[in-house]
């Protein structure tokens, strides 16, 4: 089994958040969509867009924080 190093993984996960939340806010100013990241999560649950503010959309906010 390979040993896992802690620190690494928790940096990894640093930086894939920090890259994903500059992605969101630099897309709309070249002429992409706004992305809702609750909503796209909350539809992987709901297989469907949930409205915004709905059950769905709750259900996908623990994954943007």
């Known amino acids: 089994m390979r040993h896992v190093n802690l620190n690494r993984a928790i940096l990894g996960g ?3 958040t920090l890259v994903m939340t500059v992605l969101m806010y630099v897309s709309p100013m070249v002429g ?3 992305m809702d990241i609750a909503a796209l999560l909350g539809s992987l649950v709901g297989h469907g867009a949930p409205a915004m503010m709905s059950r ?3 259900a996908g906010m623990p994954g943007t924080s």
Do not use: D, E, Q, S
């Open 14 to 16: 640093f930086v894939g």
């Open 32 to 34: 992409a969509p706004k």
């Open 56 to 58: 769905l959309w709750w």
